[in-house]
């Protein structure tokens, strides 16, 4: 089954998001803490991710280029749109704060080398290998950004689904048409880009920023054109 990896992972972030419902009751302080020590590990994962990258200027154009098609398109008050408009049809003691949730639980999920990874893996080589391994990561992650942000991040599983699908059927398309070396040389650039965004995140956990990540996603396209294009020459 093609999809069977993207599935999974987005099946892992709904079921580990609804446990965390059921830890509620968790105090703030407490989960003011674990948010904080989760941001700190998002931090550290966005550096990580940042030191990939194999050309600095590359990655400084792309998250550039990405920022102002997101801000014209204003990708993240649109998905703060989808979330309000899902308070209101659920019920803000119900809902609690989806629009949040969703965003940053998108954010977290889709963002990042292992979803990129998986999807070519399982696109080009029928192996889910890495999309169980982050299937596993996201369970726990979901688990505990819902006791802060509620029921958006368990809905966030489904565009996780989406895009992690989008990337593996589209692995499988165009795998015969694009070389491996430069498909490695896109998943690094892309991961490295991702990496800022990842940042950005971390530095919005803590509280030290509030920067629209949302209007960054666009960059990550923009890497993987930006390495294809420079590949041809």
Known sequence: MLLLGPFVNGLAIIIGGSLGLIFTFIPEHMKDSILK????????LGIQMISASTDVIITLLSLI?????????????????????????????????????LVSGSMIFIIGAMGIVGGLDAGMRGDNTVFYTKSFMDFFIALVMTTTYG???????????LYEALITLGAKGFAQFIPESVLSTMTKQ????????????GLNMMNVTKTRVGNMIPAIFV???AVYIISLF
């Open 190 to 201: 892309v991961s490295a880009t991702g990496g800022v965004i990842i940042f950005a995140i």
């Open 151 to 161: 029921l958006g991040v368990i809905i966030s599983g489904i565009p996780a689904f």
């Open 37 to 44: 020590a989760q941001g700190l590990v998002v931090i550290g």
């Open 223 to 225: 890497a993987m054109i």
């Open 65 to 101: 280029i990405g920022v102002v098609i997101g801000e014209i398109l204003d990708l993240e008050g649109r998905l703060n749109g989808v979330g309000h408009w899902l308070e209101f049809k659920l019920g803000d003691k119900n809902a609690g704060n989806i629009s949040q949730g």
